[in-house]
């Protein structure tokens, strides 16, 4: 009986003790922020059980910490929105390969990382907005064409800072070249409305107030605008137009990125994790993604929300999305070398 007495107390106070390999949950360091995001885990925890803790805050800060945690980094997985990011943590040596086929077969190869490190979850263009007021759509065309003198005053975009803005300039610098991108980036900044100010819904408000004519945003904002509760928003997304770039016959396409997934070195919980990125790119959670936060569903299966499909489709800018990390630091170069704030 002692015996007996000895071993349940062992189970009792094992059961009670945290363990790391078999634990019920999993850590996401997520820069995403939409709201989106709190449904798809609500809903994974109840199909699994599986608890979804999410420490939330910029890209840059979360690889830094990644970094400085090393191997005790209580983080599985690492979510942004931006491939960019996604590029620089693996070339950091912070994520491990993710290779399984199931979940490739279900993505648009074009978005599929080559060197195997990340998942795109969702994507997204960088677009023009325009005034529907002030602006013909027949007086737009191209990403180039926002350097045209016509356009004097009348630009608006927010700060350099962006990774956004910085994923648009990487991909002008590979597609153009450095020295024609900071010729554009110059005339572009010539152009600006006001010095760059606030977020992509920010511009979009501008042009309803007036202080501009067209803005660079990216697609969703115009989707959450449209579907706010507040009428200022409302009116905001009503008074542009959603304009894809570079469309015309042998041109390259509209700008676009991915807001992705990586597996961390060390995931602790790394079963659950890879759970979680299966559950993420199946059906039922890429329409959950398109219709609460207006992106584009990887799968090329699954259709854009109504308010989305009412723009029309788009040909995608080909560009192997890993040059919008590896072009990041020309990129920012050419923003501070031409005087965009
Ligand atoms: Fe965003």
Request: hydrophobic residues 35%.
């Amino acid at each position: 009986m002692k015996k007996f007495i000895y071993i349940f107390t062992i189970l009792l106070v094992a059961s009670c003790m945290p363990n790391k390999k078999n634990s019920n949950e999993i850590n996401i360091y997520s820069q995403r922020h939409y709201n989106v995001d709190e449904i798809q885990y609500e809903n994974f925890e109840k199909l699994t059980g599986i608890k979804v803790n999410v420490t939330k805050a910029n890209a840059d800060e979360l690889i830094q910490r990644m970094k400085n945690e090393g191997n005790n980094s209580p983080a599985d997985l690492f979510i942004t929105v931006d491939v960019g990011k996604l590029w620089q943590g693996g070339e950091m040596g912070l994520f491990q390969k993710f290779e399984d086929e199931s979940v490739f077969n279900n993505i648009d190869p074009q978005l599929l990382d080559n060197n195997g490190y990340w998942v795109p979850l969702t994507y997204r263009s960088r677009v023009i907005v325009y005034s529907n007021e002030r602006v013909e759509k027949n007086e737009l065309s191209t990403y180039e064409d926002l350097s045209n003198d016509k356009w004097k005053g009348r630009l608006l975009v927010r700060s350099s800072s962006n990774a956004y803005n910085q994923a648009l300039m990487s991909s002008l610098v590979e597609n153009l070249g450095s020295e024609e991108t900071t010729k554009w980036s110059e005339s572009v900044v010539a152009n600006f409305a006001r010095n760059p100010k606030g977020n992509d819904r920010d511009q979009v408000k501008a042009i309803a107030a007036g202080q501009g004519d067209l803005a660079i945003v990216n697609s969703y904002y115009i989707g959450l605008l449209l579907s706010s509760e507040k009428e200022e928003e409302i009116n905001a997304g009503k008074a542009v137009s959603v304009f894809f770039p570079n469309q015309g016959e042998g041109e390259r396409g509209a700008h676009i990125n991915v807001s992705g997934i990586a597996l961390t070195k060390n995931a602790p919980n790394k079963e659950n994790a890879i759970k979680l990125i299966k559950y993420l790119n199946t059906v039922k959670a890429q329409e959950t993604y398109v219709n609460n936060s207006y992106e584009y569903s990887v799968n090329p299966n699954v259709k854009p929300d109504e308010i989305v499909q009412a723009w029309g489709e788009f040909k995608k800018d080909p560009v192997d999305l890993n040059s919008l990390g590896t072009n990041r630091n020309e990129a920012i170069r050419i923003f501070d070398k031409t005087g965009w704030k």
